[in-house]
């Protein structure tokens, strides 16, 4: 399906792309928040059905089950656990070892004569798998799935099983569902995992399932009665080997369940031996006689071994196939199971596929899903299970083929990889949470973009909008403005659209720290940050138009994470140093410094009060237009060229609009008390910010202007950053 593959191929958004405007404050598509569950009927009580009630309880939701049948009993005798889908028992909870579940050890196969045609150990080949493949009897598999369900032990409210509760009518769109007995029962999910014979499905579409020109004998018979018999003992004497013994047109497979204590036997052939009739059910009654009539020209050893079976228990089954269909939901229906892909037994993929839906459903559908997201959410599970298991179900059709050329149509374990290597739970789970990120094309992406969206300052980790204004957020503020040389200036400026607004040869620039203290993002902590701030320079653009403002060349940051968030998304010149703030009553004391390594002292004195409301304008009191960065991403494996390099501004006009931040005190320092020492030092102290620091030191300082600190309430946020051109 489009939206899995697209999603999985990483077509979601990667980076901050300019789509559409992001969800309203305190909204994300990201998070499931309703807060009453949904209500789920579930129509059929088979292994699909039960599972589909085991995932969705421990979601939260209230589920209810129908099942036609009085005692809600699975039918047939044996099933594959493949690692895929016994991978599923085992995150409910269930391990089937516990009630006769035993493993696959061999696979071996003769022609119709007895002659070994392959025999296949797959005690080692199994170790590849993280959960192990075990042969294990339907009914002791559907008991336990049945309690697990049902019972009030476990995580979430029990599932309602209803018996004898015939489902005769169906409303996809209202979610009504009426019985036979005349109730009529609302649902917010309707789930038809009601089999081959699915009423649900013709509320989709009215497709009607079609021999595929085989039918099945199965019947049970213990390994002890093989055991007893000389001629019999040898094909069970490998425990936990399936056999198989092929002709042209029919075969038999036998493997043991139960703790290899009992055989299960599938005994496929052309229908017409044994479904002569149009009026013949497709699970009726057969007989040993007729068994052996079918296989009369096979191995004389596994006919003894099927005449010794109790007669009253061998069925034939008509093995049914059914159109593909386009869709397996409508409203608030969905089909599960058999209802949607109904399987041929060849390679014991049915069962495992219903158990695979209900995976996928369950992570679809968690806890706090709302009513209203049920359709678009039916349709995801709908494409992320509709490709594998049309392609399981159509690898089984093939295996059930008619001998080629003396050999079976396919080998049983070509796609073992596809069949074996894949679970439900984390394939979906991986499926959806892209969706969901998908559906906020403005989250904020940081390496490594693995892990999904990443929170930060502006927006948290689903995508919501964090408010600049909270009321505890606090800021200290440390600045001095300083008269300085404009052509020393020049040869920090990043390119040549860059230059001064003035020809003066003096130049003015302030070097400013804020300490930002209780925020929520954070943690409630904070961090501090140190930049130089060039006032009057021109950025020119290609139009010929310009803005003049304040540039920022470097901004040292005492916290990695806000570094990695400013530098990515707003493209701020950011570089990781330790930052201290001493405030007294009268004094400042700022320090910079890499690993003991002090390369900055910023000092004010004599500090007084002063009126708040004196406090106006932007850093270093500039009508500017606003903060000039230069942004440049380097290109991997190409030193010296860049990946993407461009201009950014932060207008102050929409900064105000975004940053709400309020003054509540004032010190103003007499300019000859400020004092600003930055020393370069060298690259042994500082190797990675020698170089910036060596320039820094060379910045001359003819005359301090104006020293100051202030503090408030707020944050001001940058978050208005965008590309000049």
């Known amino acids: 399906m489009n939206t899995v593959k697209a999603v999985l191929n990483g077509h979601a958004p990667t980076t901050n792309g300019h789509h559409e405007e992001a969800p309203r404050d305190g909204f994300s598509p990201l998070v499931d928040e309703y807060e009453t569950p949904l209500k789920i009927a579930i129509v059929g009580a088979g292994i699909g059905g039960l599972s589909a009630a085991i995932g969705l309880r421990r979601n939260g939701h209230e589920v209810e089950l129908y099942e036609q049948s009085r005692f809600a009993n699975e039918t047939g005798a044996a099933v594959h656990l493949a690692p895929n889908s016994n991978g599923i028992l085992r995150r409910f909870g269930i391990y089937a070892e516990q009630f006769g579940g035993n493993p696959m050890t061999h696979l071996v196969e003769f022609s119709m004569e007895g002659k070994l045609m392959q025999k296949v150990d797959l005690r080692e080949p199994n170790k590849r798998w993280q959960h192990p493949w075990l042969l294990v009897h339907r009914v002791s598999l559907h008991d336990q799935l049945k309690k697990l369900a049902t019972s009030a032990e476990g995580e ?12 005769i009518s169906i409303d996809p769109e209202k979610g009504t569902l009426t019985l036979e007995n005349g109730e009529t029962k609302t649902a917010d999910v309707i789930v038809g995992a009601d089999g081959v014979y699915s009423l649900t499905r013709k509320y989709i579409k009215d497709v009607k399932p079609f021999s595929s020109g085989k039918a099945a004998f199965r019947f049970l018979i213990p390994r002890s009665v093989a055991e007893a018999d000389p001629v019999t003992q040898p094909l069970v004497a490998d425990k936990g080997a399936l056999l198989m013994w092929y002709s042209d047109d029919r075969r038999i497979v036998m493997y043991p369940c139960n703790d290899n204590e009992m055989l299960n036997f599938v005994c496929i052939h052309p229908d017409t031996e044994s479904h002569a ?182 927006m948290d980790a689903y995508g919501r909008r964090r408010l600049a204004d909270g009321p505890t957020r606090r800021f200290t503020t440390t600045s001095i403005k300083f008269k300085t040389s404009r052509t020393f200036l020049e040869s920090i400026l990043p390119t040549s659209q860059f230059t001064f607004a003035c020809a003066d040869t003096v130049a003015t620039a302030s070097f400013s720290v804020t300490r930002l203290d209780k925020m929520a993002w954070l943690g409630g902590q904070g961090y501090t940050h140190l930049g130089l701030y060039v006032h009057g320079v021109r950025y020119t653009k290609r139009d010929g138009t310009s803005v003049t403002g304040t540039y920022l060349p470097i901004l040292f940051e ?44 910023l000092s004010l004195s004599g500090l007084k009060e002063d009126d708040p409301a004196t406090e106006h304008g932007t850093i270093g009191g500039e009508a500017d237009y606003g903060i000039l960065v230069y942004r440049y991403i380097p290109a991997v494996g190409e030193p010296g060229k860049a990946d993407a390099e461009y201009a950014c501004v932060v207008p102050h006009e929409e900064e105000a609009k975004v940053q709400k931040s309020t003054v509540e005190r004032v010190w103003r320092a007499d300019p000859g008390r400020a004092k600003v020492d930055v020393r370069g030092l060298d690259w042994d102290a500082l190797p990675t910010l020698h170089h910036v620091t060596d320039v820094l030191a060379k910045i001359p300082v003819y005359e301090v202007l104006a020293a100051k600190v202030v503090e408030g309430r707020g944050v001001p946020d940058v978050m208005a950053a965008r590309r000049i051109e």
């Open 156 to 167: 979430g409210s029990r599932a309602k099983l209803s018996t004898a509760s015939k489902v």
């Open 277 to 458: 009739a149009k009026s013949d059910e497709w699970n009726k009654q057969a007989s040993i006689e007729q068994v052996l009539k079918v296989y009369d020209r096979f191995d004389p050893a596994i006919k003894a071994l099927i005449s010794k079976v109790e007669p009253s228990s061998v069925k034939v089954w008509q093995l049914l196939d059914m159109e593909t269909l386009e869709t397996w939901t409508k409203g608030k229906l969905v089909l599960l199971g058999d209802a949607a892909h109904p399987f041929t037994p060849h390679q014991g993929q049915g069962a495992g596929q219903a158990m695979e839906d209900a995976a996928a459903l369950t992570v679809v559908l968690p806890r706090g899903t709302a009513p209203e997201a049920v359709a678009e959410r039916l349709k995801l599970y709908e494409e992320i299970r509709y490709e594998r298991a049309h392609a399981i179900q159509d690898y089984s059709r093939k295996a059930g083929q008619n001998m080629v050329a003396g050999k079976p149509a396919v080998d049983m374990m070509q796609y073992t990889n596809y069949n074996f290597g894949h679970d439900e739970f984390d394939h979906a789970s991986n499926v959806f949470k892209r969706w969901k990120w998908a559906k906020n094309p403005k989250m904020y992406w940081r390496m490594p973009i693995a892990f999904g969206p990443f929170p930060g300052p502006r």
């Open 558 to 601: 005492s916290l990695t994470d806000p570094i990695v968030s400013g530098r990515e998304e707003l493209g701020m010149p950011k570089l990781f140093c330790d930052i201290e703030m001493h405030n007294r009553s009268a004094s400042c004391l700022v320090s910079a410094s890499w690993r003991g390594a002090t390369f900055a002292n």
